[in-house]
């Protein structure tokens, strides 16, 4: 879906990619990332500061500074068409879809990225979500597969028109 690696690869890694991996490489990949330029500590709640600072010290204090690792590009170049993918998991429990956009960098355009991330939260957060509506308590054509009191729990026809949503449209994702 994506052209350039920091984009296509899987995130999560892959069996290819560890069986293949030498102890060598395992230990730079380490090195460059389980270090304290890039970790972040947390600490929240009714706290005593000096308690903590002294439990950090006592925990972290002996780890190297490090340098972060440099942080990958992200840019894509622009879509020419519109792209589709499918993946059958046969030990899936579930059916599932993903759907994605392209979408402003974070670091360099928070601004032009905020709206997106409302957007994702009003198609797929929780079940009052738009997608969640659509794609899982409406089957096709809308009808609902929620069991209704005293129903004995055919499909009932939803009543609303029915309108195509913009993420079944071709040009969703583009």
Do not use: K
């Amino acid at each position: 879906m994506f052209d350039t690696f920091p984009n296509a690869h899987d995130g999560y890694g892959s069996f290819v990619d560890l069986e293949s991996a030498t102890v060598a490489d395992a230990q730079s990949f380490f090195e460059r990332y389980y270090a304290a330029g890039n970790a972040v500590l947390t600490i929240g709640g009714d706290i005593d500061v000096a308690e903590a600072t002294r439990l950090v010290e006592m925990h972290f204090g002996d780890v190297p500074a490090s340098p972060p690792p440099q942080r990958p590009d992200f840019d894509e170049p622009d879509l020419t068409d519109e792209r589709r993918s499918s993946y059958v998991d046969r030990l899936a429990p579930l059916p599932a879809v993903a759907c994605g956009w392209r979408v402003p960098d974070p670091v360099s355009d928070f601004a032009g990225y905020l709206p997106y991330v409302v957007l994702a939260e009003v198609l797929t957060d929780g079940d009052a979500s738009r997608l969640v509506q659509r794609l899982v308590q409406a089957g096709p054509g809308g009808h609902q597969h929620r069991r209704l009191p005293g129903h004995d729990g055919r499909a009932v026809r939803d009543p609303r028109p029915h309108r195509a949503s913009p993420a079944a449209s071709p040009a969703a994702g583009r």
